[in-house]
T-cell receptor
Framework: EAGVAQSPRYKIIEKRQSVAFWCNPI?????LYWYQQILGQGPKLLIQ????????DSQLPKDRFSAERLKGVDSTLKIQPAKLEDSAVYLC?????????????FGPGTRLTVL | AQSVTQPDIHITVSEGASLELRCNYS??????LFWYVQSPGQGLQLLLK??????LVQGIKGFEAEFKRSQSSFNLRKPSVHWSDAAEYFC???????????FGGGTRVLVKP
């Protein structure tokens, strides 16, 4: 079974530029998560989708971050414009249904450096 | 609000020695607890999880964890570490599996030959 795929693996941009990350969850997984992991910290949830609807985006900085999950499969996370403090690893995870016994499976992440 | 504290930022252990990583959580109801491991350049891999029942949970790679409600702790243990166990370990608490996870700051484990 293929795992969670993410691209690109690395991205370097200058501040005020825009950037987008892509995630393909495990086939059949209804729930998709985006986490931000700043160096030296644990991951922090940015947004959670159930199929193509948003379940939780309370920690998403909506003035610059946006995310979508078209057709309930792939997802894209965008930052526009980027700030220095957005330098982090962006992790995508998926789970089967978001239920009680589900496990979240994580992708390898995209490391973003903002100069 | 739920929170997780991992008091040890770094731990160095000799190969073959035992390992214990501490995790303390704060949550009003019965927590769902997880331990994940992250190797350099890799995503997080689930080691084990606790929802209910037996408070001693067995996981992959020879790890186990014990839930102690009275101490609000969920410590991870391994009797004999291997060089491949060098990684960063994260404890997490969730309202329910599949819901929002709150992670601790992580403990980086170094293994000496």
């Amino acid at each position: 079974e293929a795992g969670v795929a993410q691209s690109p693996r690395y991205k370097i941009i200058e501040k005020r530029q825009s950037v987008a990350f892509w995630c393909n969850p495990i086939s059949g997984h209804a729930t998709l998560y985006w986490y931000q992991q700043i160096l030296g910290q644990g991951p922090k949830l940015l947004i959670q989708f159930q199929n193509n609807g948003v379940v939780d985006d309370s920690q998403l900085p909506k003035d610059r971050f946006s995310a979508e999950r078209l057709k309930g499969v792939d997802s894209t996370l965008k930052i526009q414009p980027a700030k220095l403090e957005d330098s982090a690893v962006y992790l995508c995870a998926s789970s089967a249904a978001g239920g009680r016994t589900d496990t979240q499976y994580f992708g390898p992440g995209t490391r973003l450096t903002v100069l | 609000a739920q929170s997780v504290t991992q008091p040890d930022i770094h731990i160095t252990v000799s190969e073959g020695a035992s390992l214990e990583l501490r995790c303390n959580y704060s949550y009003g109801a019965t927590p769902y607890l997880f331990w994940y491991v992250q190797s350099p350049g890799q995503g997080l891999q689930l080691l084990l999880k606790y929802f209910s029942g037996d408070t001693l949970v067995q996981g992959i790679k020879g790890f186990e964890a014990e839930f102690k409600r009275s101490q609000s702790s969920f410590n991870l243990r391994k009797p004999s570490v291997h060089w491949s166990d060098a990684a960063e370990y994260f404890c997490a608490v969730g309202k329910a599996a599949g819901n929002k996870l709150t992670f601790g700051g992580g403990t980086r484990v170094l293994v000496k030959p």
